[in-house]
């Protein structure tokens, strides 16, 4: 074999194993990155691993062509966004993307899919894809490329390639705190459901869609808004989740809270108060976050009646809940045990003696245990249920205080502090 043989044959072999490796081949992974625990979630040739919102497939209105994923732009507003199957709760995403002029849409994630919503939006934080220069209306600064839409909008470190030119965009959820990258730079960086986050989510466009950003874990979602945008390179991480204590209460207001029925529900001295109202039906004071996961700790203070209950894996509807309890009651009314709203009823109730440890009129504190599908409470330090329920581990909901009908009630609470696992 000659020289110039020689040479082409190794050329060969050298682009061949760049290509397996990865390199700079679209939809790819390189050696690295598969070490990092990256994983393609569009192969370049296929829509698998995505279905339509709400839809069994992936809609007419996106194609792959040439290792691209494109959204024709056939759609509108609703029906033609498209999920992984799979869900995700901390992650780093990256993906490459190209829009037609005018054109408009966005990444989501966290997304729900539930038939009561229509569309990935009215969940999903979304990072707002755009063309800032050709889009045919006024933009506000939280319209436009790389800002969270309608909460946080992008910094001046932002660079936006012009139309018809890959960008790069990469989102990290690392355990709440979020941020944007685009073309390199970090352009957006938030504490999600903090004090400020829920100030902009009950002040701007949000407050009218209240599971907006309820929930840690989702579908990672793509937008048909109707107009044309391509995708490529579209790669997720999976991170750790980390199990730091997270403050339910701020002792200051009922941020992070959502009132249900016409009970009062308020803060004084820097402690949570409920008592009985006009009506003197149920009340319920709901966590907009849903959990799945966790260990609850809550101090309460019966200082009137106090039936009461800690709920949690819930829904809440008007003022009719559908869910599991850990029940607060005045002596030998089975504080402590668990008790299932709208369904089997009383699933543990405290043998004779057991509630000794109930303080009433003084500060107790539960602790709620959720795991799977064991639930496990206990009352001042002492177990009072460990239930093994497998309707409860299918669960996920909200964390809600309770305030019982019948009238006369008052109960106090302090420190509700959660840990997810």
């Known amino acids: 074999m000659n020289d110039r043989k020689y040479l082409l044959c190794l050329l060969v072999v050298i682009t061949s194993a760049c290509g397996r490796q990865g390199g700079n081949t679209p939809n790819h992974l390189t050696q690295r990155e598969e070490r990092d625990g990256w994983k393609l979630l569009f192969d370049g040739q296929t829509t698998n691993g995505w279905k339509g919102y709400n839809q069994p497939e992936v809609g007419p209105g996106w194609i792959v062509r ?30 490459e993307w190209k829009i037609g002029e005018g054109g408009n849409s966005g990444i989501f994630y966290h997304v729900i899919e539930d038939e009561k919503y229509e569309a990935a939006y009215e969940t999903g934080p979304e990072y707002q894809l755009i063309d800032d220069v050709g889009f045919p209306q006024k933009l506000e600064t939280w319209q436009q490329a790389g800002a969270d839409y309608a909460m946080y909008t992008a910094n001046e470190k932002k660079t936006l390639k012009p139309v018809g030119e890959w960008n790069t965009s990469r989102i990290v959820f690392d355990n709440g705190h979020a941020a944007h990258w685009l073309n390199g730079e970090k352009i957006v960086e938030f504490e999600s459901w903090s004090d400020d986050w829920h100030a902009k989510r009950m002040t701007g466009k949000w407050k009218s869609y209240p599971d907006y950003g309820i929930a840690g874990n ?43 029925g016409t009970e009062r529900w308020f803060v004084e001295n820097g402690e949570l108060v409920c008592e009985s109202g006009p009506d003197e039906q149920y009340g319920y004071l709901a966590t907009y976050r849903i959990w799945k996961d966790f260990d609850l700790s809550v ?29 607060v009651a005045p002596p030998d009314h089975d504080t402590g045990g668990i008790y299932e709203s709208y369904g089997r009823g009383w699933l543990v109730q405290m043998p004779p003696g057991k509630e000794r440890f109930l303080k009433m009129g003084e500060w107790n504190t539960m602790r709620i245990r959720a795991v799977g599908d064991r639930v496990q409470t206990w009352l001042n330090g002492e177990e009072m249920a460990d239930l093994t329920d497998e309707k409860i581990g299918d669960a996920v909901g909200v964390i809600a205080l309770q305030i019982h009908d019948g009238g006369g009630i008052r109960v106090k609470w302090r420190n509700l502090v959660i840990k997810p696992l």
């Open 299 to 327: 101090d309460f203070k019966q200082e009137a009646d106090g039936n009461s209950g800690v709920f949690f894996r819930s829904s809440v509807d008007g003022v009719k809940i559908s869910g599991w309890q850990a029940e």
């Open 66 to 95: 040439d290792g691209v994923l494109t959204c024709q732009g056939v759609g509108g507003d609703i029906g033609g966004d498209i999920i992984t199957k799979e869900k995700y709760d901390n992650f780093e995403l990256k993906l």
């Open 218 to 260: 989702g579908h990672i979602g793509l937008q048909d808004h109707g107009d044309k945008i391509e995708f490529r390179n579209i790669k997720i991480r999976p991170l750790p989740k980390k199990s730091v204590p997270i403050s339910l209460f701020n002792g200051k207001d009922l941020t992070g809270w959502r009132i249900h």
